[in-house]
DNA sequence: GCCACGGTTCGGCCTGGACCGAACTTTGCC
DNA sequence: GGCAAAGTTCGGTCCAGGCCGAACCGTGGC
């Protein structure tokens, strides 16, 4: 039991609702400054500063100072898989359909780096029943097929070589409760329709906006099944 | 963001270091009163009694009464698959490959009511690459050919029907941080191990033996790829 | 009925840590 | 240099909650 992982300790940064909100702020996968994440939460400087540290020093964000700036981001994509593993568990028990919260959130969001929602579900499912994704021994990869796809799509030969970083990885959804998109291919995918204006981020909300010519391209590239 | 999933409830419970091991011993999948808990950690039984509350009334664990003993549980595998998560991130940063820890514990253990460790790993890659586990919208799935399979090794008709929670679930192995299989599927595999005796429970560590037939038996329905 | 045992509740002690205002440091701008 | 803005540190206050021993409640065994 000695040498076994310390959840306690990870834990413990997350338990913090101010810190909580920071880091679901985060999830937006901006980087944001220490004043601005105290505005966001109702804090003064002092204490969105303290709460920063804290999770700055459980490694789960990472800092890079610009000028008299600090941007806060998070660690890494594991962290932003465990955020949305706790949002999934924690998410009010249903049936929230009825209650549409947040309409916008729940069609296409940020989730880290990548595409969330109804909409990033949708493409998983295209890409999945196509058999452009396959799940092989060392988790969730590209076919051959899924491979021509990519570059077809605009995508590099560079883009899709293998790194250290996983390809391809399997993001449950909080909202949809099924899996999306995640790892650099999710972030590539999102990247690509971004710069062709498909969708659009919009300030202050992890909610991204669906542009009529990319609702149109989207169902024609990922067709629903 | 008011309705938004609120983690640092989540993370709370979670976040003291005997609530902590008492969720790390129930990975076993078993149940475990409260005074075993507090023994396992040292503590009172005052002390094990709020935190097993504590955790309860979070949701993390269920209890059942029986005479005057109350078994706790962890209340999902929803809960267990969060806990995994958890352990993977906080798993001391590589490279571990030399200080073995647990060499049994890395080979072969419970994580909650599966097969997780090298052994679970093995098994998902053989189940995998043989082609009877795909990728579906809905989530991870047994393919026909991986529904034939499985009859064969003796499950029937009925524990393979579709129900509420997920027959396959890809759960993250926090030793060898490749995925295992875990739900429904995942727990029928194991009690069919068990009780031909290819695997045993050790009493007090998640850690399974592995009989000598059980050993030739496995390489040969779940060869290594 | 009596006792043993599992579990809970209570009171008291004490620490951690959340929060703030204010002072301070660093950086950029003019 | 002088000033403003970003961020950190410090001192002080306050409260949640972790821990225990002791008292208490329910159940089971005799």
Redo the contacts between chains.
Sequence with gaps: ?T??????????P????A???M??LLMDGRAWTVTELGQATGLTKASASEHAARLLDAGLLTAKRQGRHKYLRLASP??A???E????????DQPQSL?P??PALREARLCYNHLAGALG?QL??SL??RGF????????GLTARGHAFCQSFGLTEADLAPARAPLCR?CLD?SER??HLGGRLGRLLLARMESQDWLRRRDGSRALTVTPVGRAAIAQVFPP?
Tied chains: 1, 2.
Excluded: F
């Design positions: 039991m040498g076994s992982p310390n959840i306690a300790r990870l834990a413990a997350l338990a913090d609702p810190r909580a909100r880091v679901m594991a962290v898989h465990l955020i593993t706790m949002m999934a568990l924690a998410a009010p209650g919260r947040d579900v998983y499912a999945s029943t994704l396959a799940h092989t021994p060392g988790g969730l399997d909080w099924q899996s099944c």
